[in-house]
């Protein structure tokens, strides 16, 4: 799908990918997750058409900590991750807003950790156009990939 986008084939697609990946590292399995799908597709555009500016879009209910892992010092990344960051809720690790990326990556990391279960459509809605668009838009990324998970709705606003 990303080759296909990148050669202008198509303007734009979506790949249904299960499980996402987002907890893989660069050297490891996590989460469930055996491959990174998000990150291999960044790092082979990356690769295979030169320097371009991605922005990975991750709003899956758990922090994507391979994929921060991933990217964390490439300032051709922009990372934003939205997810549940409360009480241990997995991977609790990192996905705080002070990890903001490393060197030259400074400020490409972005962390929105929900401290509450009761997240829904318009929270969502305020983050999106108040900060991603925003920020994306400043970014201008040359690719936009993202990763999300289906999460029922008995998950988000139960409490």
Request: aromatic share 12%.
């Amino acid at each position: 799908m990303v080759r296909e986008v990148m050669d202008n084939k198509v303007r734009n697609g979506f790949a249904i990918v299960r499980p996402p990946g987002h907890h893989a590292g660069p050297t490891h399995p996590g989460g469930f997750c055996l491959f990174n799908n998000v990150a291999i597709a960044a790092k082979y555009v990356q690769n295979t058409y030169g320097s371009k500016r991605i922005l990975i879009f991750d709003w899956d209910i758990h922090h994507g900590n391979g994929v921060q892992t991933s990217f964390y010092n490439d300032p051709d990344v922009l990372y934003i991750s939205a997810h549940r960051h409360d009480n241990g809720f997995y991977p609790n690790d990192k996905g705080d807003a002070t990890y903001v990326g490393d060197s030259d990556a400074k400020g490409k990391n972005i962390n929105i950790p929900w401290e509450t279960r009761k997240v829904g459509t318009p929270e969502y809605m305020h983050l999106f156009f108040q900060l991603v668009m925003p920020v994306a838009t400043e970014f201008c990324p040359d690719l936009v990939l993202g990763t999300v998970k289906y999460i029922p709705a008995s998950e988000l606003y139960s409490g």
